[in-house]
């Protein structure tokens, strides 16, 4: 499938409006692992980046160039329709259109973009700060002009939930959607009512973004679709299991000084093999042999 064929296929799927689960990655490891499971997407966190690569908080300390070097990553070890999650764009208008090329051409089907004022946090953090709603439509005007493929899509986030309410927020969102957001995504939302209220206000593809433990109730991606939601995201469900993970297999070897496989809590050496491609490569290897 080309990247043409994906796109346009990615963009039917949204379209569809029936609740299509995003798992976030935070690098190509993660990306497989995702497809490997059944995934139909994968969104590339900025969190998941920021956490992983650099061991920091989401306070924008991931930059355009590390999330293009991560996108071209994953790009060239899955065949899933690649969310990137591209925070405030970078900087301006002008930015944003370089932004939207370099993602673009480093393997991105689409990208997010939000409100807030730079330095941006976490969208469930509190003490956020938002631009005006007109300088954001700017943006998402730019990163659509910029596109090279009609079918990569746009995604217009607003924070403004906890900053300036939730009937502000709805009020950008038709505003993002009017300068041209082929998805909208009302971040942090609290209450039920909220999640359906923003159902019900858009005919626009939505996203919805679930952080376990975060401000938005969840409930069964199934009842998301039906309320007519286009992607359930669960951006650092990866990142929050591995994290367990190497604490539980970590912790078990510094108390007991030996771990195996059998145990239950590190996979496999012929998975791991298995996940990275080497059978495949072993064989591609065996036609080049002299």
């Known amino acids: 499938m080309t990247h043409a064929e994906r796109r346009a296929a990615f963009r039917r799927t949204v379209e569809t409006r029936r609740g299509t689960l995003l798992a976030g990655a935070f690098n190509a490891m993660s990306a497989r692992v995702i497809e490997d499971i059944g995934f139909e997407a994968v969104y590339l966190t900025g969190a998941g980046v920021t956490n992983m690569a650099l061991g920091l908080p989401d306070f924008s300390y991931a930059g355009l160039n590390e999330i293009a070097d991560h996108t071209a990553r994953i790009r060239d070890v899955v065949a899933l329709p690649l969310v990137v999650d591209a925070d405030t764009g970078f900087g301006n208008a002008m930015n944003v259109r370089h932004t939207v090329k370099v993602l673009e051409r480093s393997g991105a089907d689409a990208i997010q973009m939000e409100d807030q004022a730079f330095p941006k946090k976490c969208g469930h953090f509190d003490g956020k700060a938002v631009i005006s709603a007109a300088e954001m439509a700017s943006k998402i005007k730019a990163a659509v002009d910029a596109r090279e493929d009609p079918d990569f899509l746009v995604i217009g986030r607003t924070d403004a939930r906890g900053v300036e309410g939730f009937e502000a927020a709805i009020e950008r969102a038709h505003r993002y959607a009017e300068a041209g ?35 938005t109730p ?73």
């Open 181 to 215: 957001a082929d998805i909208l995504f009302v971040e942090a939302m609290t209450t039920m009512d909220e999640i359906t209220a923003v159902a019900k206000a858009f005919t626009k593809p939505l996203l919805i973004n679930i952080v376990v433990g975060g401000k």
């Open 218 to 290: 969840a409930m069964p991606v199934r009842a998301f679709g039906e309320m007519g939601y286009s992607l359930v995201l669960y951006a650092n469900t990866a990142l929050q299991g591995a994290v367990l993970g190497m604490q539980r297999a970590l912790g078990a070897l510094k108390k007991d000084g030996l771990i195996e496989e059998k145990g239950g809590l590190v996979v496999g050496f012929a998975e791991r093999q298995r996940l990275v491609g080497k059978p495949g490569l072993d064989e591609l290897a065996k036609g080049y042999a002299t």
